[in-house]
């Protein structure tokens, strides 16, 4: 089974900083993989291995995320065979539809797949909707929230997590499925596959975005007011601090 | 962009009134799609809409009915889709996108007419920061926040005019069973109380203290991503965040909790919030309103000893 994992490169978000002007600095925000996915790539490995499959991981982004040796060998060192990258600069890929786009166009090129895996969100934007866009543009199947994937010949059985009951799905490929984060525990990579992580090829894709427009203009982005909180921290666990923390309650609520 | 006409797609009766009601205050062009027969249709002709569609579901799931809806979308010149932020509602909203070659604004805060343009907030960044959000093309597709709209205080004539899609669905994956999922009965978006469990309590039989603390308290039990998601204490259903539940209470008591900023989104619209944590350096005591630094296991049973 020819799977690919989509992972994109975010900026860490404790390493955000705010400016004067409310807006946030990204500046000196180091790259990582979106969180999210790496639940993708974890359920993309074992998916692998069970159908003794091929798979490679495939990021879209601008240069800056996508240049650096480091990422691309932490992707690597996750478990896929090869990494396959878009990168253009003249895209922000900051609606999920232009992602999209771009993703669809990428796959295009490859010669062929089974299965994309995407995550459930970004961890920076948390659309939710690349992996479902990706699937209705390529017009094949996708399923999101997808909490467990069991290969049966050439077609998948997915069970997807509602809010209210779990469906399970008969899934034809190709098809793109989005995993929630509790679909696995991403592992933690050997040192072994570190080292092996370095020799993995690396495949920067020719492939015009000229599709890929965005259609959403974003306006402003600004940190919240923060709500007025009162901060009374007192320090200590004894008899006192107990009793100060029941007269508390007991103005506010009792 | 104008919209002049607004779609309203939702599979639950109380997200059609909410949507229809909030999409009557952008436009008097509503036209509501429900997943059912002509009775369950009927069942809703007063939520507001202009006209109601019913896209029969006995052999199929509705997201097979995608590209029908999409069909009927583009007969406006412009429009804009609502639906809910449920996860069904978000994998219509991606295909429809999709088909009207558009985005979609997940999980809005807030919906509003400026100058013609409808202009929309969303969280991003795990809470860091509010983006305000506008499409660029002739349709756009919104999942919206729960209870963005408010109360629902309008009376609507009963629409006369019902009809059946006019396309067929079109199935892509075949359902072969489906679960009701036993329901917790914890519903943290609408308590008044919670109690707030982090990581820093070590086993999952301490759960028990928290509980009584709930119980004296009147309050729901709720927790961080971590409990719910990698300890599996409590089901995915109570984590209380951005990417979880958005809670409002008047009282939110966090033990444990370091404070997260995606965690701190999903409670900064709680009325007072109290915090204990062994960590003073805790981000959660800057969003509390009365901290104590100190250890759960000693403060909350002396707790529970004055408030019995």
Not at chain 1, 202 to 230: F, K
Request: aromatic share 4%.
């Amino acid at each position: 089974m020819k799977i690919i994992v989509c992972c994109k490169i975010v900026p860490d978000e404790q390493e955000i900083g705010v400016l004067p002007s409310k807006e946030l600095d990204l500046s000196k925000a180091s790259w990582k993989i979106s969180q999210y996915d790496l639940n993708a790539i974890e359920a993309a490995k074992k998916l692998s291995s069970e159908t003794s499959g091929f798979l490679t991981a495939l990021s879209v982004g601008r240069s800056s995320a996508l240049e650096g040796t480091k990422i691309r060998k932490d992707i690597l060192s996750r478990g896929p065979e090869e990494l396959a990258l878009v990168i253009d600069d003249t895209h922000m890929f900051s609606d999920s539809l232009e992602t999209a786009k771009a993703i669809a166009a990428a796959l295009k090129s490859t010669d062929g797949f089974d299965v994309v895996l995407c995550g459930t969100g970004s961890g920076d934007l948390y659309s939710q909707e690349v992996g479902i866009q990706v699937g209705a543009l390529l017009d094949i199947p996708t399923v999101n929230n997808v909490t467990d994937i069991r290969p049966n010949g050439n077609i998948l059985e997915v069970e997807r997590t509602l809010e209210d009951g779990i469906e399970v799905l008969e899934v034809t490929l190709p098809a793109v499925l989005s995993v929630t984060s509790d679909i696995n525990v991403p592992s933690v990579p050997a040192m072994k596959e570190i080292m092996r992580a370095g020799k993995k090829p690396v495949h920067v894709l020719e492939v015009p975005l000229t599709d890929a427009l965005p259609s959403i203009n974003n306006l402003s982005q600004q940190v919240p007011d923060q709500q007025e909180r009162r901060m009374i921290i007192i320090e200590g666990d004894d008899e006192e601090a107990v009793e100060s923390l029941y007269q508390f309650l007991k103005k506010e609520i009792l | 962009m104008p919209f002049q006409s607004i779609f309203v797609i939702s599979e639950k009766k109380e997200s059609l009134y909410e949507l229809c009601f909030g999409a009557r205050k952008l436009s008097d062009q509503v036209t509501a799609v429900i997943f059912g027969d002509r009775t369950a249709a009927e069942n809703v002709a007063d939520c507001g809409a202009k006209c109601v569609l019913y896209c029969p579901t006995e052999s199929c799931i509705p997201e097979d009915y995608c590209k029908a809806i999409a069909s009927e979308v583009k007969k406006s010149p412009c429009a804009l889709v609502l639906l809910n932020n449920s996860v069904r509602s978000r994998c219509i909203a991606g295909k429809l996108g999709a088909y009207l070659d558009t985005a979609v604004i997940t999980c809005a805060s807030e919906i509003v007419a400026d100058n013609g343009d409808i202009v929309c907030k969303r969280t991003v960044y795990g809470g860091a920061a509010i983006s305000s959000q506008a499409f660029t093309g002739s349709y756009g597709v919104i999942t919206v926040g729960n209870g963005i709209f408010g109360d629902i205080d309008a009376k609507y004539p009963v629409t006369e005019k019902i009809e059946q899609i006019s396309e067929k669905p079109e199935c892509t994956v075949k359902i072969i069973a489906r679960n009701e999922k036993k329901s917790g009965g914890t519903n943290l978006a609408a308590a008044k109380r919670i109690v707030d469990v982090g990581r820093g309590l070590a086993s999952e039989e301490d759960l028990d203290m928290c509980n009584q603390l709930a119980s004296l308290l009147d309050a729901e039990v709720g927790c961080s991503r971590p409990v719910a998601e990698n300890n599996k204490w409590m089901p995915i259903s109570n984590y209380i965040g951005l990417t979880g539940t958005t809670v409002k209470p008047d009282l939110l008591f966090a033990l444990g909790v370091s404070g997260q900023v995606q965690h701190i989104a999903g409670i900064n619209k709680s009325k007072v919030i109290v915090a204990i944590n062994k960590d003073k350096n805790a981000p959660i005591f800057k969003n509390a309103d009365f901290g104590i630094v100190g250890d759960i296991y000693k403060i909350v049973p002396a707790l529970i000893k004055k408030l019995s």
